[in-house]
């Protein structure tokens, strides 16, 4: 058993490597991940990394066996709620910030309520029609929020085919933009974690202040 | 009237669902902007274009 790292001990690693300056606009980002599959559990890890100070993770599904192949979540966890499993995890990655872990299916009556806090929300469903759902009700009703949405990370194509493009107001895109899930077949674990990758860079540019993608 | 960038001409007095089923959107998958201001999917039938407007439309895929 390693010895207690204590909150000072982290924060201080934290700033030798991201910088003082960098580390207070990190830590005070409040971030919301709606959907906590391939893209979701990834970019929770990274941002947890990042030590982003608020993080509030939604998902209604369990761990399931078929989930392993992508996401971040290990054996042990099959069975578990996903926000309960990934907020065990991110806990053994840094236990001195904030995380919110909400069990349930989003929809667009407890969205606003459940990310009011939010200066930064991350889109991270599978299904295209919930990702449609997710953007409508935050851009209307959550006047504060950026959004990132993760589309088009299906198969096996090139990686530098993902790029993050700003599309609307407040709006930023991530993905290939077509590697449709219904179509390619399946979901591999290098390109769902770019798009994730480019996800979690856009909320760090966005906390760091930097607006474009 | 611009959509994603490009002119289009549409039959004045179109809606937006008019429009989108016209350029092979599926509604149920898109996020719409008219002249910077989203819109609800519920209000696509209801809303008429002019030849003055610029649309954005985002169409999701499946995946994550």
Redesign the interface.
Known sequence: MTKQITRQQLSAALVERHGQERQQHLYTASVGIAGLGGLGSNIAVQLTRLGIGYLILADCDRVEISNLNRQSYRLCDIGRPKPEALTEQLLQINPYLCYEPHFLKLTPQNIPEIFAGCNIICEAFDDPEQKAMLTETVLQRLPQAKLIVCSGMAGAGSANAITTSRRLNRFYLCGDGTADIAADGSLLAPRVSVCAAHAATMVMRLALGFTTP | MQINGQPISTAAGSTLSQLLAQQGFDV????V?LN?K?I??SDFSKVQLADSDTI?V???????
């Open positions: 149920a998958r898109v996020a902007e910077g989203i609800c999917r954005e985002v169409q999701f895929v499946g995946g994550g």
